[in-house]
């Protein structure tokens, strides 16, 4: 535990960063006992303790979680945790002794034993000693100086009178020879060039007298470093130098651990002088340069781009540093292009090629004064689009509005106000591998105010720019619903080379953005439901963008070309592990799948076993593929009922075709149930007006608003009114009314049938009215209730935006008034229903019905599948209203047959569920062979081009690429091995089971 938070602790001014239970234990137990006796163990564990529940309860939780205190921690769930926890605990109760000895040990150091005792060639004046050496013996100035010739980055501590502090060896007289092993140049002179320079290596920085070599026909001093495992930070005079060795674990850490060129750089000050790092020299600008320099240089290395591969892999398109995924179909690479022509239908799902889009919101870049100048290094070769031809393609489309099917969603309109002030780049739209998570080459391109379809349109087409004799292919996209209508449309006209790609997509929407997507495209767009698509769940691409956004702190100050750079980076790391994790990745998928794949052929052929053989055999014969006719969905997993919750303009159609017939046969006039379903348009109108008046504090536009309503009003009514009474003249007679109130045309009563008894309603002819309003007004109920569900939806989906993204009191404020209209729309749509089914009650509607039950305001929820399920969730139920009922009034044929189409609409759900499990093992069966196989050819290539190498270092370089794809390719064939071995135990099982 450090001072400064003891301090704190003990002096109750601040807060103290929450710590979990083992770290205050850790914490604690670092006090040595001599500070014990000033600050009680139980004292500081409990302030502590005290200011962890204080930072909790004061902290910004939008769960509003209790404190984490230890009470409320949750308890270890498998013996194994305890035990390794019970470990921890002991391993640190054993330091925590050895506390005093530790801290003892390491006092000691600041001393040596040697002191005052000769140097090992004689001398008395052995006061020299390096950290960095295994032994550390005491040196004179000339034993230490040339016992570091070849150990020039070791730093020295001297000891001065009393104590040890640190020197340079530049100090002692040293010079760093280049060019002859560390011994002086033969051809070494008075005019010899010996610069004094600032080196940068893993602990520090170091002054060095550089002394560079001056033989005929020698290298020039940037290439005299470079040979010396020093990078210059400068090709004129290099006054400052990087090792090889700090570069290169500078590019291992950041794009690890996401750390920034500052933070590192300021470590190095640092570490070479802890209390005086300002006196240390700043390099951090030729820091920066030189470690974009080195990314860049890497990532061509390491593509085969220095080794020509483009020869090679003339498929691919050229100059490309992208690292591609292994098990992704790739003709010429991992599968024959005539394997891939002369597959059947059936085997679509082996050689699609699975693709994500989406945008990512977090990968901003400021709107700040920057290098107009300053461009990629790898300009387009990377995973960014060439950015002078992406802002050319934008100029040319311009700002062009998108329509979403899915209204509900209302994306577009937090998009405008959410995050985006004072940045000039929003985010970005991004391409992966929906199965493996590689980013494509070309896959992503910077968002300027929000995620339009244009700049979709352009990743898409550059990602897939060398997919022409890919077969299959399948987008997964969280608004494909809407993305798709007019696709090829915009390919034509800005992509037309792409149209044949194009046309070879099949879409789907991510299973979990699918659930707050409308009924509709949650029949057709859902992956479960889509032949041939596996058990692809879309959603990998979210996972990846949460492991790049650590870099967003520092990427979004960047200018616009470093920006690129240094993401391509991060994101060819990101690629990278992946590619050699691959064998491992499919094993565990493929362990899991077959998991997956007994429980559902068990589910399904038990629930098979219900049913006749007949039946079966025509369900079986049927095409489960969703399809769109129009604005109407069919599909096999969506519930047909004959008799199925109506609408209120399916109502009205019905009760007037049935009018016409009466009308005809003599039985009644036409007209009734037009003239009460105006009616309830009507009293709908009266309540819109009512709502205006409730409104405390109207605007001018509000008023406006409310004169052209109330005109209209009465109009309308004026001219139903007619209607009305020469339809029913005893009602003329009977209410006494003359004329309509112009003033206040929403206090006009009705006289629908509901608003009189039976008795009355008998007295004045209106019995078959009263059965139209009946009809009309179940459909309208109906209606309601989907509006209310449309409503709960969208309140959902938006507060998980607000939570995520408004920050700042103008963003949530607006965000907030938004949530608040969808709010005061579903208890608008919640009175109305009640309104109705209090009609429906008046005109004799059962008050127990099972379908169209009373509401409440605390009923209006629903659980809130836009983010991840709460703790609860599974034992707590929806309302009444989001679940199918049995319609009322059915009778025993009809309700066996409503049973009936529930369990076809289950056996083709579980039928297709089985099919996706079905379907996976065989994708990751092939994905395993294709793995082996693009190893394979790439270790080819790089002994191929190998031996074309113009240099013996580039010749043992490709030699040693090589290598390591054997390896990956051994140990992904030792992993399929192991896959099959287990697929031989399910095949067993299966055989035995279903026998």
């Known amino acids: 535990m450090s001072h400064s938070r003891i301090k704190r602790a003990r002096g109750g001014f601040g807060t103290v960063d929450p710590l979990s239970d083992d770290e205050t234990e850790l914490e604690i137990s670092a006090i040595s006992n001599s500070e014990r006796g000033n600050i009680h163990y139980s004292y500081v564990k409990s302030m502590l303790h005290r200011a962890q529940v204080s930072h909790s309860s004061n902290s910004r939780d939008l769960d509003s979680s209790p404190p984490i205190i230890k009470d409320n921690l949750p308890k270890p769930n498998s013996e194994?945790?305890?035990?390794?926890?019970?470990?921890?605990?002991?391993?640190?109760?054993?330091?925590?002794h050895e506390m005093p000895a530790l801290q003892a040990a390491l006092l000691a150091k600041e001393h040596h034993p040697g002191l005052g005792k000769p140097c090992m060639c004689g001398s008395l004046n052995a006061r020299f000693r390096?950290?960095?050496?295994?032994?550390?013996?005491?040196?004179?100035?000339?034993?230490?100086?040339n016992s570091h010739a070849l150990l020039a980055w070791h730093h020295i501590d001297e000891w001065v009178a009393d104590h040890f502090k640190r020197m340079s060896l530049h100090s002692l007289g040293y010079r760093h020879r280049l060019g002859h092993l560390g011994q002086q140049c033969p051809h070494h002179s008075k005019s010899s060039t010996v610069r004094k320079m600032v080196v940068l290596h893993t602990n520090g920085f170091h002054h060095v007298s550089v002394e560079f070599c001056a033989c005929p026909g020698r290298l020039t001093e940037p290439y005299q470093l470079m040979d010396a495992d020093l990078f210059p930070s400068s090709f004129k005079q290099p006054e400052t130098a990087f090792t090889f060795e700090l570069l290169d674990m500078f590019e291992r850490i950041s794009l690890r651990s996401k750390i920034n060129v500052y933070d590192y750089h300021r470590t190095l000050q640092e570490m070479t002088s802890a209390a005086f790092a300002q006196d240390v020299p700043d390099r951090y600008h030729e820091f920066c340069r030189v470690v974009r320099v080195w990314n860049h240089l890497a990532q061509v290395r390491r593509s085969g781009q220095c080794h020509n591969f483009d020869k090679i892999m003339i498929h691919r398109r050229q100059g490309s540093i992208a690292i591609r995924c292994p098990a992704c179909p790739e003709i010429h690479v991992n599968v024959d292009k005539e394997t891939v022509d002369t597959a059947h239908e059936d085997e679509t799902h082996k050689y699609t090629l699975f693709i994500s889009a989406d945008g990512n919101f977090k990968l901003q870049r400021k709107n700040k004064c920057g290098d107009p100048d300053d461009v990629s290094l790898n300009n387009g070769t990377g995973y960014f689009v060439e950015d002078k031809a992406y802002q050319k393609y934008l100029g040319h489309v311009g700002d062009c509005k998108d329509d979403c099917i899915c209204q509900h969603l209302r994306a577009v309109k937090f998009r405008n106000i959410i995050r985006f002030k004072n940045a000039a780049v929003s985010g970005?739209?991004?391409?992966?591998?929906?199965?493996?998570?590689?980013?494509?080459?070309?896959g992503l391109a910077d968002l300027k105010r929000g995620e339009a379809f244009a700049n979709t349109d352009y990743v898409l087409a550059h990602a897939l720019a060398d997919a022409h004799h890919q077969r299959w292919i399948m987008l997964g996209y969280d608004i494909y619903c809407s993305f798709w209508i007019k696709m090829l449309k915009?390919?034509?006209?800005?992509?037309?080379?792409?149209?044949?790609?194009?046309?070879?997509?099949?879409?789907?929407?991510?299973?979990?953005?699918?659930k707050n997507h409308i009924e509709e495209c949650q029949y057709r767009w859902n992956f479960s439901y889509l032949p041939f698509s596996g058990e692809t769940c879309g959603e990998m691409i979210e996972g990846s963008h949460g492991e790049q956004n650590g870099a967003a702190a520092s990427t979004k100050e960047q200018n616009a070309g470093h920006r690129h750079d240094s993401l391509d980076a991060i994101i060819n790391y990101w690629n990278w592990t992946k590619y050699h994790e691959i064998g491992a990745t499919l094993y565990r998928f493929y362990t899991r799948c077959l998991d997956t794949l007994k429980k559902r052929e068990k589910c399904f052929f038990e629930l098979s076993a219900r049913f006749d053989l007949a039946l079966l055999q025509k369900w079986d014969a049927v095409d489960d593929t969703p399809r769109g006719t129009g604005k109407q969905i069919i599909s096999v997993?969506?519930?047909?009922?004959?008799?199925?919750?109506?609408?209120?303009?399916?109502?009205?159609?019905?009760?007037?075709?049935?009018?016409?017939?009466?009308?005809?046969?003599?039985?009644?006039?036409?007209?009734?149930?037009?003239?009460?379903?105006?009616?309830?348009?009507?009293?709908?109108?009266?309540?819109?007006i009512r709502s205006l008046l409730a409104i405390e504090y109207r605007s001018e536009s509000d008023n406006h608003n409310l004169v052209i309503a109330r005109r209209n009003l009465r109009i309308s009514l004026v001219k139903w009114r007619e209607k009305q009474f020469a339809m029913f003249p005893q009602l003329r007679e009977e209410c006494k009314i003359t004329s309509v109130d112009p003033n206040e045309p929403e206090s006009e009563p009705l006289l629908l049938p509901s608003h009189f008894n039976e008795a009355f309603r008998t007295r004045l002819g209106l019995t078959t009215a009263a059965q139209a309003e009946y009809q009309i007004r179940i459909g309208c109920a109906h209606d309601r209730l989907?509006?209310?569900?449309?409503?709960?939806?969208?309140?959902?989906?938006?507060?998980?935006?607000?939570?995520?993204?408004?920050?700042?009191q103008k963003h949530a404020t607006r965000a907030r008034t938004i949530v608040d209209e969808i709010v005061g729309d579903a208890r608008k749509h919640a009175a109305k229903y009640r309104r109705t089914r209090n009609a429906l009650l008046t005109l004799g509607f059962p008050p127990n019905d099972p379908v169209l039950q009373p509401l409440l305001d605390t009923q209006l929820w629903a659980k809130n599948t836009a983010i991840p399920a709460k703790l609860g969730d599974s034992r707590t139920e929806d309302p009444w209203f989001w679940h199918i009922a049995c319609p009322a009034g059915f009778t025993t044929a009809e309700k066996a047959e409503w049973r009936l189409e529930m369990d076809r609409v289950k056996w083709f759900r579980d039928r297709s569920l089985r099919n996706r499990a079905r379907e996976e093992r065989e994708i990751l069966e092939e994905e395993f062979k294709r793995a082996i196989r693009s190893f394979c050819y790439t270790r080819e290539a790089w002994i191929t081009q190998g031996k074309?190498?113009?240099?013996?270092?580039?010749?043992?370089?490709?030699?040693?690429?090589?290598?390591?794809?054997?390896?990956?390719?051994?140990?992904?064939?030792?992993?399929?091995?192991?896959?099959?071995d287990k697929s031989r135990i399910y095949d067993k099982w299966y055989n035995s089971y279903i026998k």
Do not use: W
């Not at 989907?786 to 700042?808: D, F, L, M, P």
């Open 490 to 514: 915009r390919f034509m006209k800005y992509f037309p080379s792409m149209v044949s790609v194009i046309e070879k997509i099949r879409g789907a929407v991510p299973k979990l953005h699918i």
């Open 637 to 688: 997993h969506r519930a047909k009922f004959q008799q199925s919750p109506p609408t209120q303009a399916k109502a009205r159609q019905k009760l007037i075709q049935e009018e016409y017939v009466r009308e005809i046969a003599g039985f009644s006039q036409i007209g009734e149930a037009s003239l009460v379903a105006t009616g309830i348009n009507l009293e709908q109108d009266q309540d819109d």
């Open 428 to 442: 970005v739209i991004v391409i992966q591998c929906a199965r493996h998570g590689f980013y494509l080459p070309q």
């Open 80 to 96: 194994g945790e305890r035990k390794c926890k019970q470990g921890t605990s002991a391993m640190l109760s054993s330091f925590e």
């Open 786 to 808: 989907e509006s209310i569900r449309t409503a709960i939806q969208s309140y959902n989906h938006n507060v998980a935006i607000k939570a995520k993204n408004a920050y700042g």
């Open 948 to 980: 074309e190498a113009s240099s013996l270092g580039a010749r043992a370089y490709a030699n040693k690429q090589a290598a390591m794809h054997e390896r990956l390719t051994n140990d992904c064939t030792n992993l399929y091995e192991k896959a099959l």
């Open 130 to 145: 390096c950290r960095s050496c295994t032994h550390q013996a005491l040196q004179c100035h000339s034993c230490i100086r």
